[in-house]
Structure formats: C-alpha cells, structure tokens
C-alpha cells in the first residue's frame, strides 16, 4: 500500500486491481485447501470405515456359517433321536419297527428364517397333520420329543407331570422301561407323578401321597 501511494493515478489503479485479485485468488485458495482437508479427512474416514466393515461382515459371515453348521448338526442328530425313541414306544407284535417320527426345516438354506414342523406317523398309519392324532398319539410323539432333549443335552435331572394319563397300558408300560433304561445309560435322575398304582413296579423309589382327615401324609418305599 506504502508502494502503490507514490505511483501515478494509472499505476496505483493496475497495482491495486492486482492486489485485490491476489486476495481474492489467495482467498479462494485458502478456501479450497479447506475443503480439500475436509475431503481428505472424509476420504480416510471413508476408508477406514469400509475397512471396518469388510473386517466385521467377514467375522459376522464366518460366525453365521458356523452357527448354521451347528444348528443343523443338532437338528439332524435330534431328528434321529426322536425317531429313534419313537420307534420304540411305538414298536408292536403286530408292527415290530413301530411308526416313525421326524423334524422338518421349512428353509434349509437359512434355518433360522424359517419354520420347523415336526411329523409322527403311528404304526400301521399315513402321513397325518399332528392335530389329528389322538390323545395317546400326540403324548408318545410328545415325549419322544422331550426325552430326546433330555437326552442330547444330558439333562440331569426330568419331571413327569401324570403323562401316562392318554396312554393305554401297552404303550405306559413301554414308556416307562423306555425311561428307566435311558436313566441307567445316561445318568438321568427321572421323577413321575402318576395316579396308576399298578406301575409302581417300575420305579426305584416310590412316594405315596395320601390324604387323610387330619391333613396329607407320606409314605416313602425304595
């Protein structure tokens, strides 16, 4: 400014229409390499972030493959058991490899999005909707289900709520040797309250439960 005071008229109109443009170009540029710092403060932020994502969609991808694995193992390993125990139960003199029971996955591919339906076929019987089985049917195919559980999960101990009061005879009589072997082979304590005195026999431990008029007693034989 001290320069362009001593300059003629014309000069000191030139050189200050230079500085001007100077500020102006130093102002853009100023403003420019702002922006540039912000883009490159957002480029790196960018970046990093999808780094991150490939690093978490990898694991979230292996752990999905493993988890599926899993599941599937199980399913398939309970599936069997169920089949197993069922065949069982339901095992006659008339029918000796009994009926046939199994579970179902309505998608495969993606397991969990899915249902998954469960089937009993008694002996001697076609495919059937579960709804339409009788009460007896839908307790066996019921207990296969849950002693199967028990069982892969090694349960220590199960309660039996009266299940045997759908069952006829034959069938109370194979459930109970049925548990009382799988409690032998795998260690599983297995309590039953049942109102059916004459299958006591098949119990190490019995407890009677009595009323009387002074109140309830117990009666412990084993």
């Known amino acids: 400014q001290k320069f362009a005071k001593n300059l003629p008229k014309k000069k000191k109109g030139r050189v200050e229409n230079i500085m001007v443009n100077l500020s102006l170009k130093i102002q853009k540029r100023n403003k420019f390499l702002l922006i540039h710092r912000r883009y490159e403060f957002f480029r790196k932020n960018l970046i990093d972030s999808r780094f991150r994502y490939l690093v978490a969609n990898s ?14 193992k199980f399913f398939n390993n309970l599936s069997e058991k169920i089949n197993k125990i069922y065949k069982e139960i339901t095992k006659t003199i008339s029918s000796p490899f009994g009926g046939t029971a199994f579970l179902t996955i309505e998608n ?4 969990f999005l899915g249902k998954i339906f469960f089937a009993a076929i008694p002996p001697t019987k076609s495919f059937q909707s579960t709804q339409n089985l009788s009460g007896g049917e839908k ?7 849950v002693v199967s559980f028990a069982q892969i999960l090694k349960q220590p101990f199960i309660l039996f709520d009266e299940v045997d009061s759908f069952l006829d005879a034959w069938h109370t009589e194979k459930f109970f040797l049925l548990l009382k072997k799988l409690s032998k082979q795998n260690k599983i304590q297995i309590c039953i309250i049942t109102l059916k005195i004459k299958f006591i026999l098949f119990f190490e431990i019995i407890i009677f439960l009595i009323k009387t008029k002074s109140g309830t007693n117990l009666i412990t034989i084993g």
């Open 108 to 111: 495969r591919e993606q397991p």
């Open 139 to 145: 307790t066996i195919a019921l207990l296969s289900i």
């Open 59 to 72: 694991k979230f991808f292996r752990i999905a493959v493993e988890r599926a694995k899993r599941f599937k």
